[in-house]
């Protein structure tokens, strides 16, 4: 049932974000030099590497870290970066991800590959088993403004929690904190 959802999910959201994602694709392009999608190494269900892709918010040079870890953020951006990930407009090519099976609608946002503490705590857990998220219970919980402690916490809650119904919860309190900006620092 979650596979149907996910996929009913992406062929909405693949017709009503057409027009939207080839705007930011081409504002991307023109504001900055580089590719217009990022691809980076995440860690998927059972620990399984998977290429997800992002509209580019950050500089050709910024170094492959979690942002919290860059020491200044906000001076790898891109002119329209803080725009696409306050808006969460980057996400949207992840719709391909779940359409190929790499990853669900919801569920634990995806690791990045150097992530290991994230990865190591996830998987005492049991989350490892679980197909990463382009959403998820951490995310509407405080998204970048969690510590890890609390993220796996929250992963683990929806481990416990999850089904179609909570999905569809998730799904909407997305929208509404996505609305309001609530919880993104970059």
């Given at each position: 049932m979650k596979r149907l959802f996910d996929l009913i999910v992406v062929i909405v959201a693949g017709f009503l974000f057409a027009i939207p994602?080839?705007?930011v694709a081409m504002a991307v392009w023109f504001s900055s030099k580089g590719p217009i999608v990022y691809w980076s190494k995440r860690v998927g269900q059972h620990n399984a590497l998977f290429n997800m892709p992002k509209f580019r918010t950050m500089q050709v040079e910024t170094p492959t870290l979690p942002t919290h870890l860059l020491g200044n953020p906000d001076a790898y951006l891109t002119p329209i970066g803080s725009f696409l990930r306050k808006s969460s407009l980057d996400e949207l090519p992840q719709l391909w991800c779940i359409l190929r099976g790499d990853m669900s609608v919801v569920g634990p946002r995806p690791a990045l590959s150097n992530q290991e503490d994230l990865i190591e705590a996830?998987?005492?857990k049991g989350i490892h088993?679980?197909?990463p998220g382009l959403t998820g219970w951490a995310q509407v919980n405080g998204r970048d403004e969690i510590e890890l402690s609390k993220k796996v916490q929250l992963d683990y809650?929806?481990?416990d929690k999850k089904s179609l119904i909570f999905d569809v919860y998730v799904v909407l309190l997305t929208f509404y904190?996505?609305?309001k900006r609530e919880g993104i620092k970059h």
């Open positions: 994602m080839l705007l996830r998987t005492e088993a679980l197909k809650e929806y481990l904190k996505v609305a």
